[in-house]
């Protein structure tokens, strides 16, 4: 009996089945958390704290809103939002990885942010909260990890207020060609090293370097925005197109 396509995606450059996928990414996040913080800042030697600050001037949030920091991770967005919205204010902090979620709460609370921040194991492409019940939603690095894309991107739109929007930061698709042949070969070689270097854990890093050449460009995620049913879709290219910041409201 022939395996049905629809029944199979990706995880990084292998073929699987969907729902295996959920899993093996599990796998690699439960095995990076402890470091991910300092990966972060070793691998993008500390940019991607740009790319976070850029996405929060882009958020528009403000005191009394309720913002979903959607596969928050560590919560370098949750920390800003939380002081943006104020005690009257509302953040959650979700992610499908029960590991990262301790890492980002232990952080946030050592840092005195508490009050104001609940936390939620969630899968983006199920959401459990009511419609309509988030001004902001905001997703970094996440996306390209999801297996439907698309039923979360839906899902994303449910569970936003009207007038809402939503931020995807993610790896994109550079510009120019002699930056793209940079970045392979950068993260080919060298971030798959540094991972085993560092964390000891070369497969999740050489699994991360492949998730985001086969996460899609920023045309085809604008359209895919636009076809869940966002409105006034636009994106950002940052570092060349390395990073890209795609909003879109629901109105």
Same mark, same amino acid.
């Given at each position: 009996?022939?395996?049905?396509?629809?029944?199979?995606?990706?995880?990084?450059?292998?073929?699987?089945?969907?729902?295996?996928?959920?899993?093996?990414?599990?796998?690699?996040?439960?095995?990076?958390?402890?470091?991910?913080?300092?990966?972060?800042?070793?691998?993008?030697?500390?940019?991607?704290?740009?790319?976070?600050?850029?996405? %929060?001037?882009? #958020?528009?949030? +403000?005191? @009394?809103?309720?913002? &979903?920091?959607?596969? $928050?991770?560590? !919560?370098?967005?949750?920390?800003?939002?939380?002081?943006?919205?104020?005690?009257?204010?509302?953040?959650?902090?979700?992610? %499908?990885?029960? #590991?990262?979620? +301790?890492? @980002?709460?232990?952080? &946030?609370?050592?840092? $005195?942010?508490? !009050?104001?921040?609940?936390?939620?194991?969630?899968?983006?492409?199920?959401?459990?909260?009511?419609?309509?019940?988030?001004?902001?939603?905001?997703?970094?690095?996440?996306?390209?990890?999801?297996?439907?894309?698309?039923?979360?991107?839906?899902?994303?739109?449910?569970?936003?207020?009207?007038?809402?929007?939503?931020?995807?930061?993610?790896?994109?698709?550079?510009?120019?060609?002699?930056?793209?042949?940079?970045?392979?070969?950068?993260?080919?070689?060298?971030?798959?090293?540094?991972?085993?270097?560092?964390?000891?854990?070369?497969?999740?890093?050489?699994?991360?370097?492949?998730?985001?050449?086969?996460?899609?460009?920023?045309?085809?995620?604008?359209?895919?925005?636009?076809?869940?049913?966002?409105?006034?879709?636009?994106?950002?290219?940052?570092?060349?197109?390395?990073?890209?910041?795609?909003?879109?409201?629901?109105?």
């Amino acid at each position: 009996m022939m395996e049905n396509q629809d029944d199979n995606t990706h995880f990084g450059f292998k073929t699987v089945a969907k729902g295996e996928k959920a899993n093996m990414v599990a796998g690699v996040f439960h095995s990076v958390a402890g470091k991910y913080d300092l990966m972060n800042d070793v691998m993008s030697f500390g940019i991607h704290r740009l790319w976070k600050r850029y996405t %929060i001037d882009c #958020s528009g949030a +403000r005191r @009394g809103q309720k913002v &979903l920091d959607l596969a $928050g991770g560590t !919560g370098d967005l949750a920390a800003k939002f939380a002081r943006m919205v104020g005690p009257e204010g509302e953040v959650v902090l979700a992610d %499908i990885n029960d #590991s990262m979620l +301790r890492v @980002g709460r232990d952080k &946030l609370r050592d840092m $005195g942010i508490v !009050g104001n921040v609940s936390y939620v194991q969630a899968d983006a492409e199920k959401l459990p909260f009511d419609d309509n019940t988030f001004d902001l939603i905001t997703i970094a690095f996440g996306l390209r990890n999801v297996t439907d894309k698309d039923a979360a991107l839906r899902s994303m739109l449910r569970v936003l207020k009207p007038g809402g929007r939503l931020l995807v930061l993610e790896f994109s698709k550079p510009e120019v060609e002699m930056l793209s042949k940079a970045y392979d070969m950068y993260s080919f070689h060298i971030m798959p090293k540094m991972g085993e270097f560092i964390a000891k854990d070369k497969d999740s890093y050489q699994y991360l370097a492949e998730s985001i050449r086969m996460h899609p460009d920023q045309e085809t995620l604008k359209g895919m925005m636009q076809e869940a049913g966002f409105e006034q879709v636009e994106y950002h290219n940052l570092t060349g197109g390395i990073v890209a910041l795609h909003r879109g409201y629901k109105f």
